[in-house]
């Protein structure tokens, strides 16, 4: 992203929400069993938070909504249950329009609220999920899962108490179900009250004494505070429920480690392989194992597992993922991209190894091979980070519209600045003037300090404003490049020569 910025030309998409984004399409889809009848005494079940709407695979069901929808255009169920399987898909981009269609349309239950505040934090967009989960818990006060969503995401915008007093109404209600107690728990480490989260979490295993969620989360209290003997002591207790729980096997292991009791160490690692039930799993053991001895710069080590690893699991593509990073965090890039594209020719639609690909060919100047790579990675796993490779990417080889295209995309995922910075950007080199200005205008407002901190964004800005005839705003944009400069530099004589040009020869700072 960074190069993206640092192109004189950025190239990227969409319009900023303070500069009008056009509503999407709309509509949504139920999760079945999620919510029982409104509560009012009685508290509502407890779910997870985004089960599967459905037996069906998404590839199955997707297309099968689609068609209902197309048929049925008014069938708000579906609206509602297709949402449901765009989010475990991770598209939050095309659950979104469904769940505020579904809002437009009147349909303002605790379902829908909820979906919608779903898809509103997966986009990152996180006061407007509160406000839906806060709709939510109006309508169905007592709902475990609800008030789960919102305690997370007060605690996310930094309100505190807020997230604690929702956390202890879940207690209210759910005074014997160990998740309020593992809510709470939660919320206190956020706030780091260490000791208050603990005994939360030791009293949700109490309740549920079968739940090793609880146990995990004061085991790896203990191991963040650097204290392996009391980590191992309690990763025992879950041990003690699942012996062959592959999880807390790697986790003792890396505990030994840290008590420098190799021998232990190795044991458990090997115990964690053969507890591993598929070769994914097994491949991802050593690979943890890999990055103990890196973590502790025993190289060798680590790729001796590594090797290990792609030896006797051949057909598992993250194993050459892992060692390709290891690769390239050892600045051996071309290496790495070997083993990236073996990935590839494993899995060849693997999100990691078309990113990583991806990449590397742009970093190399192959910008072609680039989009190749990573407009295929945008097909099998879009997200912000993909498209705003992608807009890179168009953006090297000169293509500004479909930069505009990819990253407009990404910004629907996630509203960073940086995409807006790219969209303006975009824009000056598609001539489009008048949009551009109005985007950095916007941005300048919405994220004070960013332009002055990208110098080549504000210089594009600069002349922006210049050909959109706001000469005022010309004037500010340069005379706050010229304050960053070195006097007498040739970059201080081009600025000034651009103030020259506005002011009629005048240099001076605003008087």
């Not at 509602?80 to 239950?109: C, F, M, S, V």
């Not at 590594?306 to 030896?311: D, F, G, P, R, V």
Request: aromatic residues 8%; charged residues 25%.
């Amino acid at each position: 992203m960074k190069r993206l910025l640092a192109a004189a030309v950025c190239a990227c998409s969409i319009t900023l929400a303070l500069v009008a984004i056009p509503p999407r399409a709309q509509a949504g889809g139920l999760l079945g069993g999620l919510f029982g009848p409104k509560a009012s005494p009685t508290p509502s079940p407890t779910p997870a938070p985004l089960p599967t709407a459905t037996p069906e695979p998404p590839q199955v069901a997707i297309p099968r909504l689609q068609a209902k929808l197309k048929e049925h255009p008014d069938d708000q169920q579906a609206m509602l249950e297709l949402a449901a399987e765009y989010l475990q898909i991770n598209r939050a981009d095309l659950a979104l329009p469904l769940t505020q269609h579904l809002l437009a349309l009147g349909n303002k239950t605790a379902e829908v609220f909820y979906y919608d505040g779903a898809a509103q934090e997966t986009a990152g967009n996180l006061q407007a999920a509160l406000a839906d989960f806060q709709n939510a818990s109006d309508l169905d006060p007592t709902n475990l899962a609800i008030l789960a969503q919102l305690a997370q995401v007060d605690l996310q915008l930094g309100h505190a108490a807020d997230a604690e007093r929702i956390a202890n109404r879940a207690i209210v209600f759910h005074k014997d179900d160990a998740q309020a107690y593992v809510l709470l728990g939660q919320v206190y480490l956020g706030e780091k009250k260490i000791d208050q989260a603990r005994a939360e979490f030791e009293k949700a295993a109490a309740i549920d004494p079968k739940n090793v969620e609880p146990i995990y989360q004061i085991a790896n209290i203990y191991a963040q505070q650097k204290n392996p003997q009391m980590a191992l002591r309690t990763v025992e207790r879950a041990l003690q429920l699942n012996p062959s729980d592959v999880q807390a096997l790697i986790f003792r292991a890396e505990m030994y480690g840290e008590e420098h009791d190799d021998t232990a160490m190795r044991r458990a690692f090997a115990d964690a392989l053969v507890a591993a039930s598929t070769d994914e799993q097994k491949a991802a053991v050593l690979a943890r194992e890999a990055d103990y001895y890196a973590g502790h710069h025993d190289d060798a080590d680590a790729e001796r597992v590594l090797k290990e690893a792609i030896s006797r699991y051949p057909k598992v593509a993250s194993a050459y993922l892992q060692y390709g990073d290891f690769l390239a965090a050892r600045r051996r890039l071309a290496d790495a991209s070997t083993q990236w594209r073996r990935a590839l020719d494993v899995e060849p639609d693997d999100p990691g190894a078309l990113g990583r690909i991806g990449q590397y060919e742009l970093e190399h100047g192959d910008t072609n091979k680039a989009i190749g790579y990573l407009l295929r990675l945008t097909k099998v796993a879009p997200s912000a980070q993909s498209y705003a490779l992608l807009g890179e990417a168009y953006s090297s080889a000169r293509r500004y519209a479909q930069a505009r295209e990819a990253c407009a995309r990404s910004f629907d995922y996630q509203r960073t600045p940086e995409m807006l910075g790219c969209i303006a950007g975009s824009d000056f080199e598609l001539k489009r003037y008048a949009e551009a200005a109005k985007i950095f205008s916007a941005l300048d407002q919405a994220a004070p300090g960013f332009l002055d901190g990208n110098p080549q964004l504000l210089y594009i800005a600069a002349h922006a404003y210049a050909h959109d005839g706001r000469k005022a705003a010309a004037l500010d944009a340069y005379r706050r490049l010229l304050a960053m400069m070195r006097k007498g530099t040739a970059s201080y004589k081009k600025i000034e020569a651009e103030i020259a040009a506005l002011t009629g020869g005048r240099t001076g700072k605003r008087g």
